[in-house]
């Protein structure tokens, strides 16, 4: 998407039909309310330099480089709520995506992230601790992305208390966004 885009070209291109609908407006800038949407949640892209260094954490990391990684990994996001099926093994088949899993002592997946890494940057989303939130997992992803991705900054981004929590870890908000869905 680029700014400025025409909130009724770019409507009339997605299918409303299916339940779930819904736009990433990456510079907050449409009005999608004419064909049928209404804000789900605005929010603000982070950046992090590379050069910052993370928060210590307890947790050892792993990639999830099979599916059985890959599911404990997406029912321990999920936390009951009925989505792990999201996350297909197919994902692993990636190479530019890593599933980031923090460990608990004995284990079992407790905290993590997706990281999507292209030539400049590495996208986070996704970001889950069982325990302590959000707050709990940035050490860990942000140790594993230090180790994997050396030189390239994190971005992403966050909302509402979330977002407070990545700029505690070293995040800067650098512009909002907005999701949209259709009703």
Do not use: C
């Amino acid at each position: 998407m680029v700014p400025g885009a025409d909130s009724a070209v770019l409507a009339a291109r997605i299918d409303t039909t299916a339940p779930g609908a819904s736009v990433k407006d990456s510079f907050a800038d449409l009005d999608l309310t004419e064909a049928g949407f209404q804000v789900l949640f605005e929010a603000q892209w982070i950046h992090r330099p590379a050069s910052v260094p993370a928060a210590a954490s307890d947790l050892a990391w792993d990639v999830a480089g099979d599916p059985d990684t890959l599911r404990a990994w997406a029912l321990a996001w999920d936390d009951g709520g009925g989505n792990a099926d999201l996350f297909r093994p197919e994902l692993l088949d990636d190479p530019a995506t890593f599933v980031l899993a923090g460990q608990s002592p004995d284990g079992r997946v407790v905290a993590g992230a997706v990281a999507s890494r292209s030539d400049q940057v590495v996208g986070i989303s996704n970001v889950f601790a069982l325990d302590g939130g959000p707050d709990a997992a940035w050490p860990v992803v942000l140790d594993a992305v230090q180790w994997l991705f050396p030189s390239l900054p994190v971005v992403g981004y966050e909302h509402a208390d979330d977002l407070a929590v990545a700029v505690r870890h070293g995040f800067e908000p650098v512009g909002p966004l907005r999701i949209w869905l259709h009703i």
